[in-house]
């Protein structure tokens, strides 16, 4: 008789072998319609990049001659300011900040005040009339004013009588400063517009461009003569080179991905073939079932 104690205990039913641990899915190789959308996505962001980068570096050259030219301007002898017969030819481009002199008679009665920041403070151009001997008229940026100089009375004496006037062509400034428009009605002006100021003052014959007025020399005692000339502000923002080689890099990093991603796309077909072969070869080599 068996003794129940000593019974052997059945051991665990026989199952499946556990499938072996897997490894991470293996990617799969992208699609050509993929890769194709992607090489002329990068072909043309790199020849986007490329292009914007060239046109800054073209940019670059035309600036650095603008600022040649017009600093051989600025520091040439005065010529006379353009005539009547000139004022239709007179553009930005041949004529801004040439080095002029002008000769007439200021009508201090019909200045007007254009709201500056200058390196002085804030204040007003003072722009005022000059008729010449041919019956036209040239606005003259005679300088800045403090707001308590607006009244000629403050300033001292005026220039009476013929006087030369040499200083820089400018072109004039339509419509007003940024952000705000230019009020005739209300005699509040934000910006050099030759036309609107002349309109204003019902002066005819004016010519298409303004001056302004050199430096003018401190008074006999040393004080400083008012308005304050000579302040006129050069100044061309060039950052063309900064934003010629961001464009370059831009291109360069697109060039980067594009080889990046074949060459991670190559080497995952070169792991796949030996696979693909082995098992198109299993399952050539199965034996067919009954």
């Given at each position: 008789?068996?003794?129940?104690?000593h019974t052997?205990s059945?051991?665990?039913?026989?199952?499946?072998a556990?499938?072996?641990p897997?490894?991470?899915?293996r990617?799969?190789?992208?699609?050509?319609?993929?890769?194709v959308?992607?090489?002329?996505?990068?072909?043309?962001l790199a020849?986007?990049?490329?292009?914007?980068?060239t046109?800054?570096?073209?940019r670059?050259?035309?600036k650095?001659?603008?600022?040649?030219?017009?600093d051989?301007?600025?520091?040439?002898?005065a010529?006379?300011?353009?005539?009547?017969?000139?004022?239709p030819?007179?553009n930005?481009?041949d004529?801004?900040y040439?080095?002029?002199?002008?000769?007439?008679?200021f009508?201090?009665?019909?200045?007007?005040?254009?709201?500056?920041?200058?390196?002085?403070g804030?204040?007003?151009?003072?722009?005022?009339p000059?008729l010449?001997?041919?019956?036209?008229?040239v606005?003259i940026?005679?300088?800045?004013?403090?707001?308590?100089?607006?009244?000629?009375?403050?300033?001292?004496?005026?220039?009476?009588?013929?006087?030369?006037?040499?200083g820089?062509l400018?072109?004039?400034e339509?419509k007003?400063?940024?952000?705000?428009?230019?009020?005739?009605?209300g005699?509040r002006?934000?910006?050099?517009?030759?036309q609107?100021?002349?309109?204003?003052r019902?002066?005819?014959?004016?010519?298409p461009?303004?001056?302004d007025?050199?430096?003018?020399?401190?008074?006999?005692?040393g004080?400083?003569s008012?308005?304050?000339?000579?302040?006129t502000?050069?100044?061309?923002p060039?950052?063309?080179?900064?934003?010629?080689l961001?464009?370059y890099?831009?291109?360069?990093?697109?060039?980067f991905?594009?080889?990046?991603?074949a060459?991670?796309?190559?080497?995952?077909?070169?792991?796949?073939?030996?696979?693909t072969?082995?098992?198109?070869g299993?399952?050539?080599d199965a034996?067919l079932?009954?």
């Amino acid at each position: 008789m068996t003794d129940p104690q000593h019974t052997p205990s059945a051991g665990p039913t026989p199952g499946p072998a556990p499938a072996a641990p897997s490894g991470p899915a293996r990617r799969r190789a992208r699609s050509f319609t993929f890769l194709v959308t992607l090489s002329l996505l990068a072909a043309i962001l790199a020849g986007g990049f490329a292009a914007l980068g060239t046109w800054q570096v073209y940019r670059r050259a035309w600036k650095l001659d603008l600022i040649e030219r017009v600093d051989q301007r600025v520091h040439a002898p005065a010529v006379a300011a353009p005539g009547k017969d000139r004022w239709p030819a007179v553009n930005k481009a041949d004529d801004e900040y040439r080095h002029v002199e002008v000769r007439g008679q200021f009508k201090h009665d019909s200045e007007s005040f254009v709201q500056a920041v200058t390196e002085v403070g804030s204040g007003f151009w003072v722009m005022s009339p000059l008729l010449r001997d041919d019956g036209t008229t040239v606005l003259i940026n005679r300088g800045f004013v403090s707001p308590e100089r607006r009244d000629r009375t403050t300033r001292g004496a005026e220039p009476s009588g013929d006087v030369v006037v040499t200083g820089l062509l400018r072109i004039t400034e339509p419509k007003g400063g940024f952000l705000r428009d230019n009020d005739p009605a209300g005699d509040r002006w934000f910006s050099r517009d030759v036309q609107a100021i002349a309109a204003a003052r019902g002066l005819t014959n004016v010519a298409p461009y303004f001056i302004d007025a050199a430096a003018t020399p401190p008074g006999a005692n040393g004080e400083r003569s008012w308005p304050i000339g000579g302040l006129t502000v050069i100044r061309f923002p060039n950052s063309h080179l900064v934003y010629a080689l961001t464009w370059y890099g831009l291109m360069l990093m697109v060039i980067f991905a594009a080889w990046y991603v074949a060459r991670d796309e190559r080497r995952l077909r070169q792991q796949q073939e030996p696979l693909t072969l082995r098992a198109n070869g299993e399952r050539e080599d199965a034996p067919l079932s009954d």
